[in-house]
């Protein structure tokens, strides 16, 4: 066991945290209605979507993969889940058990393919990308599905603590990044995707059933793109066909932010929620100033790039 | 033996240049901005009826998203290689595909611009399309009298930067609310003193709700609230509805799908104005027939009317009731 202070965090890793405080310190001298509860409340409902899909997309990074379908995959699973209940009349649970069954099932298929057929992970996933796509608009036929039981949209409800009302979504977030969390520092099974990602030869000559760890790697990204479509449903109280376009790159922005890299075997899932915040920030931050979004993507244009040079300059320094 | 199988050939082979050139079949192509939007899905529904009663062949292509210029540029080329005499056209990107649009025009292709204009709009043969200024200045119009005199602290949802279509629903509002605004041919939004947030909801209902999030954030008295169509004001209702401020506050739209006057039956839209895909389409096959026979040619703006929608009529604004706007929406009823 590596001792506390090992486990703290590096400067390095420290950064996206900074560069959020940052962010957040400007947003609170510019506009007064930033640094409230009810604002942070909102920020966070407004990422869970993203979130969710990134800590799937954090998965994969780790591995040093990449998933481009997630954005999509997620679409398919939210007109799954809500079509069928609507069609079938079927009770939520059972409707969104079906939805996570799909996008499992893609995960899946990424997974098999990446590992038996030794496709690179970019090639599979551009191809299962567009594949979701189609499924979504064929099923749907290009349709919102409205008029959804209250049951589908339960976790866009709200509580309060105090003054400030919290989404249920949003707990259902933060809680799936602390046991992902737990999970990849403590288990044996998150170490190996670690390995995996760090030196896939070397893992499989120790005795990791490499394969394996990819394969569950992939199923287990495939689930966090159903649950992240569950949050998309229960927000915007519909089933979009169109949904997941934007979502798509925002995840893997997200990660990229938060300090995984891309080249594999390094990174902490909670810099991706940070890495979504970033954005989720200057969205709301921008817009409480008046500005327009597309400063917003300027912004988050060269934030990713100081990230990726920031992750490859500490390579080469620690070689 | 050998001279009739070359007699054979050679009759096969005329009667295959010759079929097209005897075929009476106009074709016309389609060009919409995505396959998938329900608004486009009209559009082909309305040509294709319409190619159906003229007695035309109707081929339809579009890009893969909002915004896809490649692809339409290649479906324009795919057209005239298949012998289209007249191309209907959604441009994607309002410059960009003007060259390839020039082209066509070379080889004597008739080009009409639907729904959105190219920039210039001389670049097309004629355009038929919603007059988006008039849209935005009928719920202005409405939203004005429903107000009542009450001052408004407007948030406006807006389609994203630079977008023509836009900037003059925005501006047409503003017009019709009497505030001080630009004209129709302005690429900008303006922001008089009442307007006290606006963001770009790009069209989208996730969007919108978060956009609508953020503006309550910033002032939470807004109470009107102009969006660029419905799946924004959709969004902006949720965003109302969960700060608990859904009775209040007036919301008005543009465009008229099926969804938004559902939306406006169950109150979460006031009042939108209605715009005709399937009018516009039509309209564009019959020109496409009307030159292959006689070679004329449209030329300029044509009007496909807008109509505004209103559950709840007021006094001196002229609306219609939402079982007309039912009759007439696009998407599924």
């Known amino acids: 066991m590596p001792s506390w202070k090992e486990q703290l965090p590096s400067i390095g890793s420290l950064g996206p945290f900074l560069a959020l405080l940052i962010a957040c310190g400007f947003f609170s001298f510019q506009s007064e209605q930033f640094l409230t509860g009810a604002n942070f409340s909102l920020i966070l409902q407004q990422v869970m979507v993203v979130g969710l899909i990134a800590i799937g997309q954090t998965l994969i990074i780790l591995t040093a993969g990449i998933d481009l379908s997630c954005g999509m995959v997620m679409a398919l699973g939210g007109v799954v889940m809500t079509k069928v209940a609507q069609d079938y009349g079927l009770h939520p649970v059972i409707a969104i058990g079906i939805g996570f069954a799909v996008t499992a099932g893609f995960g899946l298929i990424n997974g098999l393919l990446v590992t038996r057929v030794k496709l690179p992970s970019f090639i599979v996933t551009l191809g299962t990308m567009n594949i979701a796509f189609a499924l979504t608009q064929l099923y749907s036929q290009s349709q919102t599905i409205t008029d959804l039981p209250a049951g589908m949209t339960l976790l866009g409800n709200t509580f309060s603590i105090g003054q400030t009302q919290i989404a249920y979504g949003t707990v259902v977030m933060l809680a799936m990044y602390a046991l992902s969390w737990l999970w990849l520092r403590d288990t044996a099974s998150g170490r190996h995707i670690y390995a995996v990602g ?51 790159l925002d995840a893997i922005t997200a990660v990229v932010l938060g300090g995984t890299s891309l080249f594999g075997g390094r990174g902490i899932v ?31 244009g060269i934030l990713v790039i100081l990230a990726v040079a920031t992750d490859q300059l500490s390579r080469k320094g620690g070689r | 033996m050998q001279q009739s199988r070359i007699h054979l050939a050679i009759a096969t082979l005329a009667t295959a240049i010759a079929l097209p050139a005897f075929s ?57 290689a298949a012998g289209a005499k007249t191309i209907l056209i ?82 047409g509002f503003l017009a019709g609310f ?54 924004a004001a959709a969004g902006a209702f949720n965003a109302l509805k969960k700060a608990g401020k859904e009775k209040g506050v007036l919301v008005v739209s543009v465009d008229g799908g099926c969804q938004g006057i559902k939306d406006v039956v169950g109150g979460k839209i006031a009042a939108t104005s209605q715009q005709y895909p399937l ?29 505004l929608i209103a559950a709840k009529p007021v006094t001196g604004v002229d609306s219609k009731d939402t079982k007309t706007g039912l009759d007439l929406c696009w998407g599924n009823k």
């Open chain 2, 279 to 307: 009018r516009m389409a039509a309209m564009g096959v019959a020109a496409g027939v009307e030159y292959a026979k006689t070679g004329k040619k449209p030329a300029g703006y044509t009007d496909t009317g807008v109509t």
């Open chain 1, 198 to 248: 760090n030196n896939p030869e070397a893992t499989r000559l120790t005795g990791i059933p490499t394969h394996r760890v990819l394969l569950m790697v992939y199923v287990l990204a495939g689930l966090c793109y159903g649950i992240a479509a569950l949050l998309s449903v229960s927000r915007t109280g519909v089933g979009d066909p169109n949904a997941g376009q934007t979502e798509n």
């Open chain 2, 24 to 80: 009476a079949e106009p074709i016309i192509g389609l060009i919409t901005k995505t396959e998938t939007n329900p608004f486009f899905v009209k559009m082909k529904e309305g040509a294709s009826a319409e190619a159906k009663a003229k007695g035309a062949k109707l081929l339809s292509a579009a890009g893969r998203t909002d915004g896809d210029n490649a692809g339409q540029v290649t479906a324009i080329e795919n057209m005239i």
């Open chain 2, 178 to 231: 009497g505030l001080k605004s630009l004209d129709a041919k302005s690429n900008e939004l303006a922001k008089p003193a009442e307007v006290v947030c606006m963001a770009d909801s790009f069209g989208d209902q996730a969007k919108g709700q978060t956009a609508m999030e953020n503006c309550l954030q910033k002032n939470p008295d807004i109470n009107l609230v102009y969006t660029i169509n419905e799946p």
């Open chain 1, 270 to 300: 909670l810099g991706s929620l940070i890495g979504a915040l970033i954005v989720g920030v200057f969205r709301n931050g921008l817009t409480l100033m008046g500005v327009s979004s597309v400063y917003q993507i300027l912004i988050t």
């Open chain 2, 90 to 171: 959604t441009p994607s990107d309002s410059k960009a595909i003007v060259p390839s649009i020039k082209k066509a025009r070379e080889k004597g292709v008739l080009v009409i611009a639907l729904d959105s204009p190219t920039e210039p709009a001389n670049a097309t043969d004629a355009l038929f399309a919603t007059d988006n200024y008039k849209a935005g200045v009928l719920i202005g119009n409405y939203a004005k009298a429903s107000m009542a005199g009450k001052p408004a602290k407007i948030a406006t949802l807006d389609l994203f930067p630079g977008h023509p279509v836009g900037a003059q629903r925005h501006n």
